[in-house]
């Protein structure tokens, strides 16, 4: 396979702390590893439980920095010193940072900037000013790029709103379908509730924030306890946990909701699970929806801004309700408890292997210009 003159990347990101763009970019640096590239994953701080699934073939520089924003004297040094041929950046502040770093430096390697979430939405619940204003600086400072990467069609579009040059946008699906995924989800499980004759379990996997918006999921799942035994369960970590512990416990449904925090690996939750729910306000690109897809799991998903629908064809490969409807969803769930309502096939997951994205992201990478070209 040819790597288009290629022989030399660094992958940029703030950390490994589990979330989907951080995961992405550990399937690339493995995929760009096995077409014989050196990889260089750089970190502005080497922590977080994905660090633990870095290929050993791919080498982590750790930047040491407190903050994304602290990282740019270092990335300066790391580009002036290392010269890689290309780079690619992924989440809005290290991209913005990845740009000045590229300029500062004067260094002459390609520079792909990966946007991953809708961005105004995302900024309009920032908890912070520098998320507020993260649109403005993306329009000033995107176009230094020399594409840019979003990985569905509806951040395109957001992208394009923002005043991106349709022709430097190009849009790569996240890198999801691995064999690895497939090996991990046989793995055994020993949580109690997953053994023969216990109630089917709800599944939903996320970060415990503002964006995924458990607290639909959970009151849902109150009105389908009313009319059937079944457990939720909800992986992730996140600031929002003491809330939803409340809720749950408001609820009284403390007996029938898990909530066991971040796990190494959901995937042999999702392929067990009787349906994953994804419950989000907004999204980009769901990673956790394209896996349980993968596995065979029914889906449910809101038809939140972001990629859900687009994963999904419009509801052909899984049910699709309005955000935030409690009743839309519970019955939405019920249906699927009943095997009702939802396809017995899985859409077309092709484009989502890892083996396509590396090859649509090597092209981008080298100017060749063979990746899936946005047109607005």
Not at 34 to 48: I, M, Q, S, W, Y
Not at 188 to 199: A, K, L, S, T
Request: charged letters at 25%; glycine letters at 8%; a positive charge.
């Amino acid at each position: 396979m040819c790597n288009l003159g290629i022989s030399r990347i660094a992958l940029f990101v703030p950390s490994l702390r589990g979330g989907g763009a951080e995961k992405a970019m550990v399937n690339l640096a493995r995929g760009f590893a096995e077409r014989g590239l050196k990889v260089d994953l750089v970190l502005a701080k080497a922590e977080g439980p994905y660090l633990s699934q870095v290929p050993l073939e791919v080498r982590v520089v750790d930047l040491g920095a407190r903050r994304v924003l602290y990282s740019l004297p270092a990335l300066i040094k790391y580009l002036r010193r290392e010269r890689p041929q290309a780079m690619l950046s992924t989440l809005s502040h290290a991209n913005i940072v990845a740009l000045w770093a590229r300029r500062l430096a004067c260094v002459t390697g390609r520079l792909l900037v990966r946007e991953a979430n809708t961005v105004s939405i995302d900024a309009a619940n920032a908890p912070t000013l520098r998320g507020k204003w993260m649109p403005l600086l993306i329009r000033a400072f995107y176009r230094w790029a020399d594409a840019v990467v979003a990985n569905s069609h509806a951040v395109a579009e957001e992208l394009v709103r923002l005043g991106i040059p349709p022709d430097k946008i190009m849009v790569i699906y996240n890198p999801v379908v691995t064999p690895e995924l497939f090996a991990r989800a046989e793995e055994p499980v020993d949580h109690p509730w997953f053994r023969p004759g216990e109630p089917p379990v709800i599944l939903g996997v996320g970060r415990l924030t503002k964006q995924k918006d458990f607290p639909t999921l959970i009151r849902a799942f109150a009105l389908v306890r009313k009319e059937c035994r079944a457990r939720l369960m909800i992986l992730g970590e996140g600031e929002d946990r003491p809330k939803i512990e409340a809720l749950v416990r408001e609820l009284g449904l403390e007996e029938d909701v898990a909530m066991p925090g971040f796990v190494d690996n959901p995937y042999k939750y999702m392929k067990r699970a009787a349906v994953f729910v994804l419950s989000s306000q907004w999204e980009g690109l769901p990673t956790v929806l394209i896996e349980a897809l993968a596995l065979g799991t029914p889906v449910i998903s809101t038809d939140c801004p972001g990629g859900s629908a687009e994963i999904l064809e419009n509801g052909r490969w899984g049910q699709l309700v309005p955000v935030g409807n409690i009743r839309a969803l519970a019955g939405a769930i019920l249906a699927a408890i009943e095997d009702k309502g939802l396809p017995a096939a899985v859409g077309s997951l092709e484009k989502f292997t890892l083996e396509r994205t590396v090859e649509e992201y090597l092209a981008t990478l080298s100017g060749a210009g063979k990746g899936v070209r946005y047109a607005s």
